[in-house]
């Protein structure tokens, strides 16, 4: 039997703002981008749940796998990764914020490169702008509307 995974050290892929055009030259990169669909089957999407497209990239992804880890368990370690709060800094009134926001994984799919495999990950943020990913959440409005009943004299 292997032991569960907690926490895999990992990082996110930086990315210029057109994928579609690389020889741009933009010097400005960035970990990701909010994904431009709704996802009607999580909760909370559009209100406190926002999608976010990247890659996972500097995990040793075969030793893993040879240890039967699937996928799915590899991710959601590095995502323990993520999810870790900096430490507070000496003077700090506050305590500090989590760098990408509350991450959950929703899908993750391996891929391979010239360079190195990977994991290109849907995930979902508890933040709807973060400096770190292109583009920002889309906000969901609507939804049911409760009526007042007004009182007949």
């Known amino acids: 039997m292997t032991k569960q995974l907690t926490e895999i050290e990992c990082k996110l892929r930086k990315f210029v703002k057109s994928p579609l055009f690389p020889s741009v030259k933009n010097d400005k990169v960035r970990a990701g981008f909010y994904h431009g669909s709704y996802f009607w089957s999580v909760k909370g999407y559009g209100r406190s749940k926002w999608a976010i497209v990247t890659h ?7 030793s893993y796998l040879e240890q039967n880890y699937t996928e799915r368990e590899i991710v959601n370690a590095c995502l323990n990764h993520l ?4 430490k507070r800094k000496k003077y700090a009134k506050k305590d500090s914020k989590r760098p990408y926001g509350d991450l959950e994984l929703f899908r993750c799919t391996l891929k391979e490169d010239e ?6 990950v849907i995930m979902m943020t508890s933040e709807r702008k973060n400096k770190s990913f292109w583009g920002e959440g889309q906000k969901v409005t609507g939804g049911r509307v409760k009526r007042v009943k007004k009182d007949k004299k």
């Open 115 to 120: 360079e190195q495999k990977y994991f290109s």
């Open 56 to 62: 996972i990239t500097d995990v040793d992804i075969d």
């Open 83 to 86: 999810n870790i709060k900096p």
